[in-house]
């Protein structure tokens, strides 16, 4: 069975700040997804960024960019020029690659309370 | 599009109680699923279907039901609440059939409180 473990339950950063989260995971697939979720107090969750397991190149999404590395099985998040509205929830997810045609479940961690202190 | 829709945002039960918890979605997705968001625990996937007619169990799956008559709507049921079951709900959809990741869209959530 796949876990998701993320060992900060809590971090804190000034504004203007870089921050990183991470993230490990244990798994016997060798394709699948990662993905960084972001939840602010409004409980919405959005999607942050997300890796294919087959790139070697590390996403990156505007200020947000991820650390990669297979082998380890580690996928960390990088919030660089940390905002205000950074403060969230932050959720490392994963899904297997299933060919044909079938959707993937999410498998989560237990989160990141984030705070982007003034 | 609305998006994916939630009804209702909150609920207080009380314990034997029963009651449906409403998901619709407007986009046509095959994949739906529930999970439940509880302190300290990430999100568990309860149920799943990947179209009309399919339902499968997921992580969580014990005291609810589930049932996908039409491809919009994906309904879950408490059948005899329990102070176990306050959390906060989350129904998800997307695309399916193709061989790549299609993001999943979350919706606002329930959150529900059984006394």
């Known amino acids: 069975a796949q876990t998701v473990t993320q060992s900060q339950p809590e971090m804190s950063v000034q504004e203007a700040e870089t921050v990183t989260l991470s993230c490990t995971y244990d798994?016997?697939?060798?394709?699948?997804?990662l993905f960084w979720y972001k939840q602010p107090p409004s409980r919405q969750m959005i999607l942050v960024i997300r890796?294919?397991?087959?790139?070697?190149q590390n996403a990156t999404e505007n200020r947000f960019s991820v650390n990669f590395q297979k082998a380890a099985k580690s996928f960390s998040l990088k919030i660089s020029d940390s905002q205000l509205g950074d403060t969230a929830m932050y959720f490392c997810?994963?899904?297997?690659?299933?060919?044909?045609?079938?959707?993937?479940?999410?498998?989560f961690g237990k989160g990141t309370k984030l705070s982007v202190k003034p | 599009n609305a998006g994916v829709t939630q009804t209702p945002k909150f609920q207080v039960l009380k314990t034997g109680q029963s009651m449906t918890l409403q998901c619709a979605q407007d986009?046509?997705?095959?994949?739906m699923s529930w999970y439940r968001q509880d302190p300290g625990m990430g999100l568990r996937l309860i149920h799943y279907?990947?179209?009309?007619?399919?339902?499968d169990q997921g992580e969580v799956p014990n005291g609810y039901n589930v049932s996908r008559s039409t491809t919009e709507d994906f309904p879950l049921r408490l059948l005899s609440a329990a102070p176990s079951q306050t959390s906060v709900y989350f129904c998800?959809?997307?695309?399916?059939?193709?061989?790549?990741?299609?993001?999943?869209?979350f919706g606002p959530g329930t959150r529900l409180t059984v006394l």
């Open positions: 890796q294919e397991a087959y790139k070697q």
């Open positions: 998800a959809s997307s695309y399916s059939g193709v061989s790549s990741y299609n993001e999943q869209f």
């Open positions: 986009m046509n997705h095959e994949y």
């Open positions: 279907s990947v179209g009309a007619g399919i339902t």
């Open positions: 997810a994963f899904t297997r690659f299933y060919y044909g045609g079938s959707q993937g479940n999410l498998i």
């Open positions: 798994t016997s697939e060798s394709n699948y997804y």
